[in-house]
């Protein structure tokens, strides 16, 4: 089958980059991304129902406007998180959920609670402190930024809009 | 002669291995090579409060282990060669502390075993050390924690993704004794064809084992049959079969021998869920100094050639755009009495 | 009532569907995936479609990190239509308040109360 090319020392792998990493491509495993999709969007989905099923709970046993509501319900949601977060158990979920525990509000607070709980080894202000927002900070600065060209965009086709003082 | 071809060493007086240890931590004790291992700790954080506190403690216990069982004490060694994955090889450097021999610090990511063992095999066949004790630590939890994300952090890691061995390996040397020679190694020069996920370091340090392999043979004008087993360190699924590709490719008979990868050989695919396999600097060297060694003492191998594989990248130069260089470290170890 | 948990689920499902697609199509990971929709949702709203996406779906609009996108753009523009332009600074994090102070209290305090597992 193959015959020993004997090689100059040195002379190494005879593969351009090009040609390699076209061959590492294809050696990848395929994803289930069909599987991936269904596990995010039920657990996606089902977070979202407890955040609903909250959501009513201020509206109804804590006379809470509609309006209103969301905010305690965020609050609510980011301390469950943040209790699984602690037990260990929400990166096991996790792993079988994908974006279905990481794009609702609990991926972001499951975000600063593991950097904080895992950083507590470099003490509270340094290690808790500095290092919170090691995966959240991304997501506040972008969204941020975002709201802030946005809101200009939507300025410059809405001038009138501009209240109070210039 | 101690340099032979272009990059690698024979080691004429063969050096031996007198004594070995390899600790690990609970996860790597439910894998198929749990009966080969010194110690399995129940904890993983080893009774310390943090990971890199575990991890150092996981390299002193080897390292005594070794010595103990090589009937000597750490005063008696030379030199220590030893590195892992921490910044600054803090694992090694603390547990040198502790242990008060001369220290010999060395960086090759999960290639550190490999490396270790051949700088140390060097300076005992050169008379530069009577004994010298290679030895290597790695941490899941250190290492996450460092290269990825925090340990309670929930991201779904890809099929390509391999998993940090928790544990350490060591092995002291001398120039006589009953026990394995080494008798060969090849350094390996760094190779890099681009890859930049970090998520696949297999497919990314594929190319540096079979450019390693190539050169050793080369050197040595050695055929892969000289071997009853040719491993390479961590390449596990996706890069062995990268570098079975490779070495087509290259019209390299690695048919002729057996080869396998430690890294998937140390856990259970069916019940331990580690997506591509296992890394980490542990993983070559509690294998080889666990496994692989014990199947040579019961007459099952006679020649192995270790190729322990590492990535060199850090968190900056991933975030910098850059790709992954690689490299990889092969020893020759024969069963032996010298 | 029982609608609103229907859609509740249809549409935070489908949210966290579009991230999971992110992550295995376009290979990217959580924090860039995040940070990719906290956009979007700042877009969204500021075409005025996330308000009425609100409306209908309740939780499934206000649980997934697009709603951070909204508030943030949402707490601007009310301070900008009360007090001009500077407005936009003032008022960025008014809605969001709630869930930033939650979120780093109680992990400051999960790190006082629990040790990480590994």
């Not at chain 3, 999971?20 to 969204?44: C, E, H, N, R, W």
């Not at chain 3, 709203?45 to 951070?68: C, H, M, N, Q, R």
Request: include cysteine.
């Amino acid at each position: 089958m193959a015959q020993q090319k004997k090689k100059k020392p040195g002379e190494g792998i005879g593969l351009s980059p090009q040609e390699y990493q076209k061959i590492a491509k294809q050696a990848e495993p395929k994803r289930n991304v069909l599987m991936n999709g269904v596990r995010a969007y039920l657990v996606g989905g089902l977070i979202c129902v407890i955040g609903q099923l909250v959501q009513t709970g201020f509206i109804e046993w804590f006379g809470f406007e509609k309006k209103e509501a969301g905010n305690p319900t965020v609050a609510v949601m980011i301390l469950l998180s943040t209790i699984l977060t602690g037990l260990g158990v929400y990166d096991k979920i996790a792993q079988w959920a994908g974006a279905g525990t990481s794009v609702p509000v609990t991926g972001f607070a499951n975000s600063m609670a593991s950097s904080a709980i895992e950083h507590r080894s470099e003490g509270f202000v340094l290690g808790v402190g500095g290092k919170m927002f090691k995966i959240a900070g991304p997501v506040i600065v972008c969204g941020t930024v975002a709201a802030f060209f946005v809101a200009i965009v939507y300025m410059i086709f809405h001038p009138e809009l501009a209240g109070g003082g210039k | 002669m101690l340099l032979k071809g272009r990059q690698s060493w024979e080691y004429d007086h063969r050096p031996v291995i007198l004594g070995t240890g390899t600790v690990v931590g609970p996860f790597e004790g439910q894998g198929p090579l749990s009966g080969d291992f010194d110690h399995i700790h129940e904890e993983l954080s080893i009774g310390q409060d943090s990971w890199e506190k575990a991890e150092r403690a996981l390299f002193e216990e080897a390292a005594q282990l070794a010595a103990q069982k090589a009937g000597l004490s750490m005063n008696q060694v030379q030199f220590l060669v030893a590195g892992d994955l921490m910044n600054q090889i803090i694992s090694s450097t603390f547990a040198a502390r502790t242990l008060a021999v001369p220290f010999i610090g060395v960086f090759g990511a999960c290639s550190t075993s490999m490396l270790s063992l051949a700088v140390a095999a060097m300076l005992v066949d050169s008379g530069a050390a009577t004994y010298a004790m290679a030895a290597t630590s790695s941490h899941n939890a250190s290492a996450e924690k460092q290269f990825r994300y925090p340990t309670e952090y929930g991201s779904q890691k890809p099929p390509t993704a391999q998993f940090t061995v928790t544990g350490a390996g060591a092995a002291l040397l001398g120039k006589t004794g009953n026990g394995p020679v080494v008798t060969a190694a090849t350094l390996g020069k760094i190779v890099d064809l681009g890859v930049k996920d970090p998520f696949n370091m297999g497919a990314a340090m594929a190319p540096a084992a079979v450019d390693t392999i190539m050169a050793h043979m080369s050197d040595l004008n050695r055929s892969p049959d000289y071997y009853d087993l040719i491993v390479t360190g961590d390449l596990s699924k996706v890069g062995y079969q990268l570098a079975l590709e490779l070495f087509a490719k290259e019209g390299f008979p690695i048919d002729k021998t057996v080869y396998g990868d430690c890294g998937m050989m140390i856990y259970d695919y069916g019940k331990q869920q580690v997506q591509a396999g296992a890394s980490g600097c542990a993983c070559s060297a509690v294998v080889t100094y666990g496994h692989l060694l014990n199947r040579m003492q019961r007459g099952e191998l006679k020649r192995i050639l270790v190729v322990a594989t590492g990535a060199l990248l850090s968190t900056i130069s991933y975030q910098q755009g850059e790709s992954i260089p690689c490299i990889a470290h092969a020893v020759a170890i024969e069963s032996g009495v010298n | 009532m029982i609608m609103d948990f229907v859609w509740a689920f249809l549409v935070g499902g489908a949210i966290c569907l579009l991230g999971q697609l992110m992550m295995d199509v376009f290979k990217l990971t959580p924090p860039y995936t995040m940070s990719t929709l906290v956009v979007l949702g700042a877009i969204v709203d500021g075409l005025g479609w996330y308000d009425p996406l609100i409306e209908f779906a309740g939780a499934g609009a206000t649980v997934p990190i697009t709603s951070f996108g909204n508030a943030l753009f949402h707490g601007a523009l009310q301070e900008l239509e009360r007090n001009g332009w500077v407005g936009i600074l003032t008022g960025m994090f008014e809605v969001t308040s709630a869930g930033i102070s939650a979120a780093i209290i109680f992990s400051f305090l999960a790190a006082l109360v629990f040790r990480p597992k590994g």
